[in-house]
């Protein structure tokens, strides 16, 4: 495998882990607004952490990768 096809692989595994980690923060969210904890230092952080994957995930869409 050459240095562009390793570099790209690497690429697609860090996308691929932050579509999962967005997800998951996403369920997360979800199960603590269920068990009425919205005002959590948890659920705060959590929220904040979705907020930064949603911006990278945006970025990919505007330059056409996802």
Do not use: P, W
């Not at 932050?18 to 269920?34: G, T, V």
């Not at 952080?45 to 990919?60: E, F, P």
């Amino acid at each position: 495998m050459d240095e562009l096809e390793e570099r790209f692989s690497r690429y697609e595994k860090m996308h691929d882990a932050i579509i999962y980690e967005y997800e998951d923060i996403c369920k997360k969210i979800e199960e603590y607004k269920l068990e009425g904890k919205v005002k959590t230092i948890t659920f705060r952080q959590l929220t904040s952490r979705k907020m930064v994957y949603k911006d990278i995930i945006a970025m990919y869409e505007i330059f056409g990768i996802n």
